[in-house]
Protein backbone atom coordinates (compact mmCIF):
# COMPACT_ATOMS: atom_id res chain seq x y z
CA UNK A 1 0.00 0.00 0.00
CA UNK A 2 2.60 2.13 0.86
CA UNK A 3 5.11 0.92 -1.39
CA UNK A 4 7.48 3.68 -3.66
CA UNK A 5 10.07 4.03 -6.14
CA UNK A 6 10.38 7.41 -5.42
CA UNK A 7 13.56 9.61 -5.32
CA UNK A 8 14.76 10.11 -1.60
CA UNK A 9 12.80 13.51 -0.01
CA UNK A 10 15.68 15.87 0.94
CA UNK A 11 16.83 15.89 4.63
CA UNK A 12 15.96 19.80 4.87
CA UNK A 13 12.10 18.91 3.95
CA UNK A 14 12.03 15.78 6.80
CA UNK A 15 13.52 17.90 9.23
CA UNK A 16 11.01 20.33 8.88
CA UNK A 17 8.29 17.91 8.97
CA UNK A 18 9.40 16.58 12.24
CA UNK A 19 9.82 19.54 13.85
CA UNK A 20 6.02 20.74 13.40
CA UNK A 21 2.91 19.07 14.65
CA UNK A 22 -0.43 20.28 12.73
CA UNK A 23 -1.08 20.82 8.90
CA UNK A 24 -3.83 22.21 7.41
CA UNK A 25 -5.60 20.02 4.65
CA UNK A 26 -7.60 21.09 1.90
CA UNK A 27 -10.67 19.29 0.70
CA UNK A 28 -13.47 20.00 -1.57
CA UNK A 29 -16.91 19.03 -2.34
CA UNK A 30 -18.87 20.22 -5.45
CA UNK A 31 -15.86 22.62 -6.10
CA UNK A 32 -16.37 24.25 -2.82
CA UNK A 33 -13.06 24.00 -0.60
CA UNK A 34 -12.43 23.38 2.92
CA UNK A 35 -9.75 23.08 5.23
CA UNK A 36 -9.04 21.40 8.48
CA UNK A 37 -5.98 21.91 10.87
CA UNK A 38 -4.65 18.10 11.82
CA UNK A 39 -2.55 17.15 14.82
CA UNK A 40 -0.01 14.53 12.51
CA UNK A 41 2.74 12.62 13.18
CA UNK A 42 5.22 11.84 9.96
CA UNK A 43 6.25 8.14 9.29
CA UNK A 44 8.97 8.39 6.98
CA UNK A 45 8.68 4.36 6.30
CA UNK A 46 5.40 5.11 4.67
CA UNK A 47 5.85 8.12 3.56
CA UNK A 48 2.68 9.66 5.26
CA UNK A 49 1.63 11.76 7.51
CA UNK A 50 -0.67 9.95 10.33
CA UNK A 51 -3.42 12.05 11.74
CA UNK A 52 -6.61 10.94 13.86
CA UNK A 53 -10.04 12.07 12.82
CA UNK A 54 -13.61 11.91 13.08
CA UNK A 55 -15.58 10.39 10.10
CA UNK A 56 -18.62 12.31 10.07
CA UNK A 57 -16.10 15.50 10.46
CA UNK A 58 -16.64 17.62 6.94
CA UNK A 59 -13.25 17.14 5.88
CA UNK A 60 -13.41 13.46 6.00
CA UNK A 61 -16.36 12.93 4.46
CA UNK A 62 -14.67 15.22 1.92
CA UNK A 63 -11.57 13.27 1.95
CA UNK A 64 -13.36 9.84 1.89
CA UNK A 65 -15.60 10.94 -1.00
CA UNK A 66 -12.19 12.52 -2.98
CA UNK A 67 -9.60 11.16 -1.44
CA UNK A 68 -6.94 13.97 -3.44
CA UNK A 69 -5.90 16.61 -0.80
CA UNK A 70 -3.49 19.25 0.02
CA UNK A 71 -1.77 20.89 2.73
CA UNK A 72 0.39 22.78 4.18
CA UNK A 73 2.94 23.31 7.47
CA UNK A 74 4.25 26.85 8.39
CA UNK A 75 6.70 28.36 10.06
CA UNK A 76 4.77 31.31 11.82
CA UNK A 77 7.46 34.59 11.87
CA UNK A 78 7.36 37.84 10.75
CA UNK A 79 11.26 37.43 9.77
CA UNK A 80 11.54 37.33 6.13
CA UNK A 81 14.65 35.35 6.53
CA UNK A 82 13.35 32.75 8.39
CA UNK A 83 10.15 32.20 6.71
CA UNK A 84 9.61 28.29 5.90
CA UNK A 85 6.90 25.83 5.08
CA UNK A 86 5.70 23.39 2.99
CA UNK A 87 2.77 22.66 0.88
CA UNK A 88 1.70 19.23 -0.44
CA UNK A 89 -0.54 17.27 -2.22
CA UNK A 90 -1.39 13.96 -1.87
CA UNK A 91 -3.70 10.94 -1.30
CA UNK A 92 -5.86 9.85 1.74
CA UNK A 93 -4.86 6.11 2.15
CA UNK A 94 -6.99 4.07 4.96
CA UNK A 95 -4.70 2.48 7.73
CA UNK A 96 -5.00 -2.08 7.50
CA UNK A 97 -5.51 -2.99 10.91
CA UNK A 98 -1.69 -3.78 11.56
CA UNK A 99 -0.86 -0.56 10.34
CA UNK A 100 -3.75 1.34 12.68
CA UNK A 101 -1.86 -0.30 15.56
CA UNK A 102 1.51 0.59 14.57
CA UNK A 103 0.62 3.96 13.80
CA UNK A 104 -1.54 4.52 17.21
CA UNK A 105 1.40 3.61 19.25
CA UNK A 106 3.74 6.59 17.79
CA UNK A 107 0.43 8.75 18.21
CA UNK A 108 0.03 8.40 21.34
CA UNK A 109 3.71 8.66 22.14
CA UNK A 110 3.77 12.23 20.99
CA UNK A 111 0.35 13.20 21.51
CA UNK A 112 -0.28 11.14 25.03
CA UNK A 113 -3.58 13.33 25.10
CA UNK A 114 -4.77 11.05 22.83
CA UNK A 115 -4.64 7.87 25.22
CA UNK A 116 -8.13 9.18 26.51
CA UNK A 117 -9.81 9.36 22.91
CA UNK A 118 -11.09 6.90 20.43
CA UNK A 119 -8.59 7.31 17.43
CA UNK A 120 -9.75 7.38 14.24
CA UNK A 121 -6.21 7.11 12.35
CA UNK A 122 -5.66 8.31 8.58
CA UNK A 123 -2.53 8.96 6.40
CA UNK A 124 -1.92 11.01 3.72
CA UNK A 125 0.53 9.74 1.37
CA UNK A 126 2.16 12.82 -0.45
CA UNK A 127 3.46 12.70 -3.93
CA UNK A 128 4.05 16.60 -4.08
CA UNK A 129 6.07 18.71 -1.49
CA UNK A 130 7.09 22.15 -2.23
CA UNK A 131 9.47 23.31 0.53
CA UNK A 132 9.85 27.56 0.75
CA UNK A 133 13.24 27.66 2.78
CA UNK A 134 14.26 31.42 3.31
CA UNK A 135 17.19 30.41 5.33
CA UNK A 136 18.81 29.32 2.19
CA UNK A 137 17.77 32.63 0.24
CA UNK A 138 15.40 34.36 -0.15
CA UNK A 139 12.08 32.81 -2.25
CA UNK A 140 14.47 29.56 -2.40
CA UNK A 141 12.13 26.29 -3.07
CA UNK A 142 12.84 22.77 -2.45
CA UNK A 143 10.89 20.47 -4.24
CA UNK A 144 10.05 17.03 -3.90
CA UNK A 145 7.75 14.39 -6.01
CA UNK A 146 6.80 10.82 -6.35
CA UNK A 147 7.37 8.56 -9.18
CA UNK A 148 3.95 7.13 -8.84
Not at 27 to 46: D, G, L, Q, R
Not at 72 to 98: C, N
Not at 110 to 136: C, D, G, S
Request: one cysteine or more.
Amino acid sequence: MFEHASPPIDSRILEFIHEHHVLTMATSHNNVPWVANCFYYYSEEWNAFVFTSENHTRHMQECINNPEVSGSIVLETTMTGLIQGIQFSGRLVELDIEQKKAARKVYVKKFPVALLAELHLWTVVPYFIKMTHNRLGFGKKLNWESQQ
